[in-house]
């Protein structure tokens, strides 16, 4: 029993000097909470190469993601805007930047998973998407996920998706006999089924309708298959053992969607996108412990 009661201390002193020293202030915060109503600046973790969900357009991203975390943040403030600042969040470094206090909190289309609860602590989830299929315009051959039997897949660095289509239950969904390609991020995913080194991007239904968007807006054309397969949860991340903040941010999670900004936002970035079933009541909390 004393051996765990320090643990917990340990772990306790560890946060707060990860929090102290993100933003590179000499004041040190326990939780992001606290630093949010001291009133400092808040570095917020987003994607940056995610149409519709964090893209880097000017010098700030902008998108779904982006929004909500703005729309968190001022409601865990009492309604008071945070000033914030932005740090790119590829899916392979989330959990190395909240453990080394790189950032303070990540919005970042970050899949809730038993695995992820072991290093991150997290609020929400905000939204569910599902996992769905993104192919070119032209192609005939894949309208199922069943149909990526013996297909390219893109295996983007640091998701999880692709396992999904390759692997059998508890980690995986439909155990296919699928070839994966290697990735460093979505957008490169999506360059490669552009140049035809591919067949199938396969990730969650929000980010793939945010590129076909993005693709439609410059001419091009893929269509998304509209066959969701799975739930993924979109929570948000704070350094392991935060409960309180992630404790606010639930709060503020629920008083947005019961205020309705949750679907004007969800509206705003994604409404009317072909085969796309956008949520319309808020998700279930996971809890914080």
Same mark, same amino acid.
């Given at each position: 029993?004393?051996?765990?009661? *320090?643990?917990?201390?340990?772990?306790?002193?560890?946060?707060?000097?990860?929090?102290? *020293?993100?933003?590179?202030?000499?004041?040190?915060?326990?939780?992001? +909470?606290?630093?949010?109503?001291?009133?400092?600046?808040?570095?917020?973790?987003?994607?940056?190469?995610?149409?519709?969900?964090?893209?880097?357009?000017?010098?700030?991203?902008?998108? %779904?993601?982006?929004?909500?975390?703005?729309?968190?943040?001022?409601?865990?403030?009492?309604?008071?805007?945070?000033?914030?600042?932005? @740090?790119?969040?590829?899916?392979?470094?989330?959990?190395?930047?909240?453990?080394?206090?790189?950032?303070?909190?990540? %919005?970042?289309?970050?899949?809730?998973?038993?695995?992820?609860?072991?290093?991150?602590?997290?609020?929400?989830?905000?939204?569910?998407?599902?996992?769905?299929?993104?192919?070119?315009? &032209?192609?005939?051959?894949?309208?199922?996920?069943?149909?990526?039997?013996?297909?390219?897949?893109? @295996?983007?660095?640091?998701?999880?998706?692709?396992?999904?289509?390759?692997?059998?239950?508890?980690?995986?969904?439909?155990?296919? &006999? *699928?070839?994966?390609?290697?990735?460093?991020?979505?957008?490169?995913?999506?360059?490669?089924?552009?140049?035809?080194?591919?067949?199938?991007?396969?990730?969650?239904?929000?980010?793939?309708?945010? %590129?076909?968007?993005?693709?439609?807006?410059?001419?091009?054309? %893929?269509?998304?298959?509209?066959?969701?397969?799975?739930?993924?949860?979109?929570?948000?991340?704070?350094?392991?053992? &935060?409960?309180?903040?992630?404790?606010?941010?639930?709060?503020?999670?629920?008083?947005?969607?019961?205020?309705?900004?949750?679907?004007?936002?969800?509206?705003?970035?994604?409404?009317?996108?072909?085969?796309?079933?956008?949520?319309?009541?808020?998700?279930?909390?996971?809890?914080? +412990?």
């Amino acid at each position: 029993m004393h051996m765990r009661r *320090a643990g917990a201390l340990l772990s306790v002193a560890a946060l707060a000097a990860g929090l102290s *020293a993100c933003g590179g202030g000499e004041q040190t915060y326990a939780t992001v +909470a606290d630093k949010i109503a001291a009133g400092e600046t808040i570095v917020v973790g987003t994607k940056w190469d995610q149409p519709s969900l964090g893209l880097k357009m000017g010098n700030e991203p902008e998108g %779904f993601d982006v929004d909500v975390a703005k729309a968190v943040l001022k409601q865990m403030n009492g309604g008071k805007d945070v000033a914030v600042e932005w @740090k790119e969040s590829a899916s392979s470094n989330r959990e190395p930047f909240l453990q080394n206090g790189t950032v303070d909190i990540i %919005f970042a289309t970050y899949s809730i998973t038993e695995e992820r609860k072991t290093k991150v602590t997290f609020g929400g989830p905000y939204v569910v998407a599902h996992q769905d299929v993104m192919v070119r315009g &032209d192609d005939t051959t894949i309208n199922t996920p069943q149909d990526l039997e013996g297909k390219r897949i893109c @295996k983007a660095a640091g998701s999880n998706s692709y396992r999904r289509i390759t692997d059998p239950p508890p980690d995986g969904e439909l155990d296919l &006999d *699928a070839t994966t390609v290697d990735a460093a991020n979505y957008s490169e995913c999506v360059q490669k089924l552009s140049g035809s080194n591919l067949d199938a991007v396969t990730t969650d239904d929000l980010i793939l309708a945010g %590129f076909a968007k993005q693709a439609q807006q410059s001419g091009g054309k %893929f269509k998304v298959l509209g066959q969701g397969f799975t739930d993924e949860k979109y929570g948000v991340g704070v350094k392991k053992g &935060d409960t309180k903040t992630c404790e606010a941010v639930n709060t503020a999670v629920k008083a947005l969607w019961d205020n309705g900004t949750m679907k004007t936002l969800l509206d705003k970035w994604f409404g009317g996108i072909q085969g796309l079933k956008l949520s319309d009541t808020a998700p279930t909390p996971e809890g914080c +412990a």
